[in-house]
């Protein structure tokens, strides 16, 4: 068992999962990485490391309630009691609703919607009895208006958010902070730099979104006094429409 605050981050990666994960780790949190592979968390848990933090990876698939209790309950076990659960699982997926197979629709929700309510739900119920805790879920544009070409996403993201606001009113009186992250504008990733080169054009005027700014953001709402909790923040570059 670790003397640290344990903080849970499933669907941390390359860009704001693990700039979310080093921002807690250097708060002082024992931090236990998730993905559905683990060996492509090796370089986070380095970088982490590195900086004098600490952390674990694990694989898991998000979609699978299975995966998502085994996960929690070798971390409450062998790592520590979980005081902060980041859910930051995407599934942009973009086709034409005309093309759309109803297995891809349905694995789109999967990881947008259905991994936020097992993950939100195996934290709470650790969280509940002890009075405490924070749930942060990752939105998007797609969360508050549907897309052309995105209805998967559009579907599993607002889903998400409902599940989140719903969360919130439950458990906010039982001492847990639910809250929900609405990113609103593309991220400083190789994903956009390779397939949205007009966007990635403009990080030279901070018209994208710099994932280690976005991670404030999370540490802010872990830190909330709960007398002025916040449910639902946005964050987007000055330049985007809106």
Known sequence: MTPKPVCLVVGAGDALGGSIAKRFAR????????????????????????????AVAFGCDARREEQVVAL???????????????????????????????????????MACMAGFLTGREAARRMAPRGRGTILFTGATASMRGGAMYAGFSAGKAGLRMVA?????????????????????????????????ERYALKDRDGILNPEHIAENYWMLHKQPRDAWTFEIDVRPWIEKW
């Open 27 to 54: 708060e002082g949190f024992f931090v236990c990485l998730a993905r559905r592979t683990a060996d492509k968390l090796a370089d986070l848990k380095a970088a982490i490391e590195q900086e004098g933090g600490s």
């Open 72 to 110: 929690v309950d070798k971390i409450e076990r062998e790592h520590g009691a979980i005081e902060v659960l980041v859910h930051n699982v995407g599934g942009n997926v973009r086709e034409s609703i005309l093309d759309m197979t109803a297995e891809k629709f349905f694995k789109t929700w999967e």
């Open 165 to 197: 606001q719903s969360m919130a009113r439950e458990l906010g009186p039982k001492g847990i902070h639910v809250a929900h992250v609405v990113v609103d504008g593309g991220i400083d990733t190789a994903f956009i730099r390779a397939n949205f080169p």
